[in-house]
Nanobody
Framework: QVQLVESGGGLAQPEGSLRLSCTTS????????MRWYRQAPGKQRELVAS????????NYADSVKGRFTISRDNAKNTVYLQMNGLKSEDTAVYFC?????????WGKGTLVTVSS
C-alpha cells in the first residue's frame, strides 16, 4: 500500500521557519522524483520544489528561491522542505508528490499558516 504522509506544518510567524517532512512507503522511493506542491485558499495547486531521484538536481518556484530548500534521504524514504523567511503568502496546504515514468502518488497535505 502506497503512503505519503506529510508532517511539520503549523503556525509560523512572518520571517520564521518550518521544516516539512514527507515520509513514504509502499514504493521504491529512490526511483522517484519527489516534489512539493502547495494550494492556497481559492487558488490552484502550484509546484514549489522538486528533487531528482538521486538528489543531485533540484528546482524551485521563483517565489520560494533562496528561502526554501528541498532535500531527501533515500535511506529513510523521506523528502523534506526547509522553509525559511516565511511570508504570509506562503500560507497554504503543502502536498508531497512522487513521480516516476507516469506513475504519480500524492500525500494528503499539511497546513502551513504564516501569521503574526
Amino acid at each position: 500500500q502506497v503512503q505519503l504522509v506529510e508532517s511539520g506544518g503549523g503556525l509560523a510567524q512572518p520571517e520564521g521557519s518550518l521544516r516539512l517532512s514527507c515520509t513514504t512507503s509502499g514504493f521504491t522511493f529512490s526511483s522517484f522524483t519527489m516534489r512539493w506542491y502547495r494550494q492556497a485558499p481559492g487558488k490552484q495547486r502550484e509546484l514549489v520544489a522538486s528533487i531528482a531521484s538521486g538528489g543531485g538536481n533540484t528546482n524551485y518556484a521563483d517565489s520560494v528561491k533562496g528561502r526554501f530548500t528541498i532535500s531527501r534521504d533515500n535511506a529513510k524514504n523521506t523528502v523534506y522542505l526547509q522553509m525559511n523567511g516565511l511570508k504570509s503568502e506562503d500560507t497554504a496546504v503543502y502536498f508531497c508528490n512522487a513521480l516516476s515514468y507516469g506513475i504519480l502518488y500524492w500525500g494528503k497535505g499539511t497546513l502551513v499558516t504564516v501569521s503574526s
